[in-house]
């Protein structure tokens, strides 16, 4: 977006989802873009109104959580830009998960038994609850794929220390749990999701985006239990039905697959469905917002003139 730059803006970065600029060395300008990722691969056509989906839904679930631990997020200047605190990252994304599904259910059915460190117990069908949470890392790739990661490599490698890594835990796991909480209300089940954290002086902080659907995965709470013992597929709100169209197409990111066409039939599906999440998380009406780039610098200016 950003051609002009920011007052006293010092560097910038475009993520697979998020454009990233730095403000002296204390605060950060995060702009949500419609652009959609699947497989760390950026698809060609953008999704509109995806960006202030997920920025309305982080910023409310970051407002939701402000008693388990201090996060990054000061205001939202527009509907899809954040304004927040710098913090050095972790190197490593905490992914909690509720159920056995998507990469982990992946790897369960090829015989796996262990993710992460973690023992999966037997006798499991896709979907299944764990008897508690469990967190499988892995590695934040500023390039390319995340890569698994234990919690036992990550201090041997210097990623977290053993003190932090007790942090980071239970802040994962207590948010979880909140997020679980919250999707209840509104008849979801918060299945997986990851979080980032990082760091201002000794102080860990929450960082990025939480809950949204492009780092959770919600299923529906009404009709699960049949559906389980059906062994039908659960229906659900998040990004796993874009990489299911994917797979389905014959793409999972791997060297010379090809991204299938995106029509306007899917993109609007693919919106529409993001909006639903939001509806049916945040229990109230989407407003869709559209502001010109022009606009949007401007508001943005006019909020950092107040720090």
């Known amino acids: 977006m950003n051609s002009i730059p920011f007052p006293k803006q010092i560097a910038e970065y475009h993520g697979k989802v998020r454009d990233v600029y730095y403000i002296e060395n204390e605060l950060l ?14 698809l060609p056509r953008p ?10 839904i982080a910023a409310y679930m970051l407002q ?37 599904v998507g990469h982990a259910w992946r ?22 609850f764990f008897p508690t949470p469990i967190i499988t890392p892995s590695t934040k790739a500023s390039e390319g794929h995340d890569e698994d990661i234990s919690k036992e490599e990550i201090i041997a490698q210097g990623l977290a220390s ?19 909480e919250i999707a209840a209300k509104q008849g979801l089940i918060l299945v997986d999701t990851k979080y980032e ?19 959770s995965r919600y299923f529906y709470a009404d009709g699960f239990e049949e559906r389980q013992t ?30 299938p066409t995106m ?21 109230a009406p989407f407003k869709p917002e559209a502001k010109s780039e022009q606009e949007t610098h401007q508001l943005i200016c006019d909020s950092l003139s107040a720090y």
Request: include cysteine; charged fraction near 25%.
């Open 29 to 42: 300008v995060m702009i949500a873009s419609d652009r959609i990722s699947a497989f760390d691969v950026i």
């Open 162 to 180: 053993a003190e932090d890594w007790a942090v980071l835990e239970n802040y994962a796991l207590a948010l979880f749990a909140r997020g679980k």
């Open 263 to 283: 029509t306007d039939e899917w993109i609007d599906t693919i919106s529409k469905r993001y909006i639903e999440l939001y509806e049916k998380v945040i229990g």
């Open 47 to 56: 999704i509109p109104f995806k960006g202030q989906v997920l920025n309305q």
């Open 107 to 128: 790897t369960y059915n090829a015989g796996g038994r262990t993710l992460c460190g973690v023992t999966l117990p037997d006798g499991m069908a896709e979907n299944d």
């Open 197 to 215: 954290f990082g760091k201002i002086g000794d102080t860990i902080y929450l960082m990025d985006e939480i809950h949204t659907p492009d780092s």
């Open 230 to 259: 059906k062994k039908e597929k659960q229906k659900q709100l998040s990004k796993e039905f874009v990489r299911e169209w994917l797979i389905e197409n014959n793409f999972m990111g791997k060297e010379g697959q090809t991204v």
């Open 64 to 100: 939701k959580t402000t008693d388990i631990c201090p996060n990054w997020l000061l205001e939202t200047p527009a509907p899809n830009v954040a304004i927040g605190k710098k913090c050095t990252p972790f190197k490593i994304e905490m992914v909690v998960r509720g159920n056995l």
